[in-house]
Structures are given as structure tokens and as C-alpha cells.
């Protein structure tokens, strides 16, 4: 359609690198002044799906209104779509990711017009077949949204016997929770778990000088030991002064015991992530023995 217009490829690269356009998978484009909606989202599905196929997994998900389910990096290059077939129905391209796919009538809606796995046996899928840290955070994601609830995603994991990828979903599934307010945060967690620490709660309410509350990411109410994720997206030089004054607050005046980390600390070889978890809850322990 560009192409038709006059428009070239690089001229298309000018116009999402100057704002003018979003490209939000390979080889769509639409103009940055219409707003997110379903329907844009559907139009923009519509123009790469092919016939016959369902949209499923990491797509599914962000047709669905969950854009935290979109891998890393996702935002610098377009995806492509995951779209599959019922089994002897495969077909690849440059714009889609393509495949088979065993799918029963209750796994598919239709969302104006699309054929899309519903939120339900989206979760279920990418909890086995994504890697372990980007699949808690998927099922995180997609239970805040609301569509299902912990217990029909618990029921929902039995079928998926002899699936490729069951067991990690069996893992992963009972320590969802709607509470993560990023996909890093439900990364801590699980982190938080591997240590064999106690469950902990999710946005944990704390009072706040002067009324209001605080939030401490992960936490354990009744020892006042948390942890949270400072992200370089949301907590940078001009958000410091207000995370130290939280913080001080929480430590000096409520008597919490926090963890602080980034991204060195939960990712790659040189993560200690686990060893100051260790460290924070047996000092936690000391000032508050059970």
C-alpha cells in the first residue's frame, strides 16, 4: 500500500524513526495520531494473517490488550505474527512466525473477525513454551487482565498432558498472580521462590506519611521484608529523590527490611539476586524471630 502511494521503504524507516508512524509488526504501519484501540489492533492483524489461521501466542496477547507480553526488545523490532493451523495446515513468510497447532473449538474467539486463542489457552501456552522467566511474567499478565481467574488457569494446566513444555507450566501456573505490575517484577518473584523463601504477596500496602499508602513490590507482610525493581524506564535520576524518601520512610519509620535491585542482579551470569534475597530474609528473621 506504501509502495503504491510513492512511498519507499526507507521513506517508511524516516516516518517511524521521526514519529509519524508506529510500526507495530513487520511490515504494518499506521499513522501515530490514531490511538491504541482493539480495532486498530484487529486492522493491523488483518493485513498479515493468513487464511484460515488462528493468532495465538505473544500476537494473542497483545490483540487481547496486553502489551507487557511482547518480548524483550519487541518495542525496537516489529515481531512477527504468531499465527498456526490445524495440523497439515502450515504456511511461512517474512511476516508471519507460522506453524501447527492443536486447538479444540473452546480455545478460539473471534475478535472482530480474527480467529485468536482466548486468554485462557494464551497463558497456558506461553507458560510452556516461552523461557521460564518470560513465561511467568505472560501468566502474570494475562490473569491481571481478568479474563480468567488462578483456579480455571489450575484446572485448565491438566490438559496439556504430553505437551511439549507441561512441566515448566505446571511450575509456574500455582505461583501466578494478577499482583505483578511488570514482567520484571513477576521475574523477581520467581527468583523470590527459587530460593525457597516463603510466598510472598504482591504490592504490599504500607501507610504513607501524611495519608495514602506505599507499595512494596514483593513481600512478606508479617516479617516486613520485601524486595523491589528499580527499572531504568521508571526509576531514574529525576524519580530518585522520592524512591530514597519511600524508602527511608519504610525502613527507618515502619521498620521494613528491603531488597533493592536492577537488572544486573536478575539477568546473566553475574546476577546475586538470590544470595541478597538469602541474605535480607535471615536478617529479617533476626530482628523478628517466629
Known amino acids: 500500500m506504501a509502495a503504491d502511494a510513492g512511498v519507499g521503504r526507507y521513506a517508511l524507516a524516516g516516518l517511524v524513526s521521526d514519529g509519524t508512524l508506529q510500526r507495530p509488526m513487520r511490515g504494518v504501519y499506521y499513522g501515530s495520531h ?4 482493539l480495532d486498530l489492533r484487529v486492522a493491523c492483524l488483518r493485513l498479515v494473517l493468513p487464511a ?12 487481547w490488550g496486553v ?4 518480548a524483550p526488545g519487541d518495542h525496537r523490532t516489529p515481531p512477527r ?10 504456511m511461512r513468510n517474512s511476516l508471519t512466525d507460522s506453524g ?14 480474527l480467529p485468536v486463542t482466548t486468554p485462557l489457552r494464551t497463558a497456558c501456552d506461553l507458560g510452556r513454551l516461552l523461557h521460564r522467566d518470560q513465561a511467568v511474567g505472560a501468566l502474570d499478565a494475562l490473569l491481571r487482565h481478568g479474563r480468567f481467574d488462578l483456579g480455571e ?22 505461583i501466578a498472580d494478577a499482583g505483578a505490575q511488570s514482567p520484571q517484577e513477576s521475574i523477581l518473584r520467581l527468583r523470590w521462590y527459587d530460593c525457597g ?10 501507610p504513607a506519611p501524611g495519608g495514602g499508602s506505599y507499595f512494596v513490590d514483593v513481600g512478606l507482610p508479617d516479617l516486613k521484608f520485601g524486595a523491589e525493581y528499580d527499572g531504568a524506564e521508571f526509576h531514574d535520576e529525576d524519580t530518585r529523590p522520592h524512591d530514597d524518601s519511600r524508602r527511608s520512610w519504610l525502613t527507618s ?15 546473566g551470569r553475574e546476577q546475586d539476586v538470590h544470595a541478597r534475597l538469602r541474605h535480607g530474609h535471615q536478617a529479617a528473621l533476626a530482628r523478628y524471630p517466629r
Open 100 to 113: 501447527e497447532r492443536r486447538l479444540e473449538d473452546r480455545d478460539v474467539q473471534t475478535v472482530g473477525g
Open 253 to 267: 519509620r515502619q521498620g521494613w527490611s528491603l531488597v533493592v535491585v536492577r537488572a544486573a542482579n536478575i539477568h
Open 34 to 37: 490514531h490511538a491504541d484501540s
Open 67 to 70: 502489551p507487557m507480553i511482547l
Open 52 to 63: 484460515g489461521f488462528v493468532v495465538t501466542d505473544r500476537s494473542a496477547g497483545w490483540l
Open 153 to 174: 488457569l489450575l484446572v485448565e494446566v491438566s490438559r496439556f498432558k504430553r505437551y511439549r513444555g507441561v512441566v515448566q507450566l505446571r511450575q509456574l501456573a500455582p
Open 197 to 206: 523463601l516463603p510466598p510472598p504477596e504482591c504490592q504490599v500496602e504500607v
Open 81 to 90: 505474527v504468531s499465527a498456526y493451523g490445524a495440523p497439515g495446515n502450515r
